[in-house]
């Protein structure tokens, strides 16, 4: 089983907070698929146009890139700080 590095991680963490328009990074998963990198990210970023959020995650994308080399794919889903979980029910 192939492990990711934690400073992979914390690298990718880190070029995603720095991005402009980035309120914080609720989640990062990395994975290796042979000798290159695919991964995940939820941000947050603050209520805005649809235009503005694309904006936002493609200057996350090209830090990325710069500090990961070696990443192929990167998807990154944006939730807006008025987003609250709603609640989970279940049946019984």
């Keep these: 089983m192939d492990g990711i590095e934690p400073e992979l991680v914390d690298r990718a963490e880190a070029a995603v907070t720095a991005s402009a328009g980035i309120l914080a990074v609720q989640k990062v998963q990395l994975r290796w698929v042979g000798h290159r990198l695919q991964g995940t990210a939820v941000v ?35 939730v807006s700080t008025d987003i609250v979980p709603a609640p989970h029910w279940h049946q019984q």
């Design 44 to 78: 947050q970023v603050a209520d805005t146009t649809p235009s503005n959020v694309e904006n936002v995650l493609h200057e996350a994308e090209h830090r990325l890139l710069m500090v990961l080399p070696n990443l192929d794919d990167m998807t990154i889903r944006a």
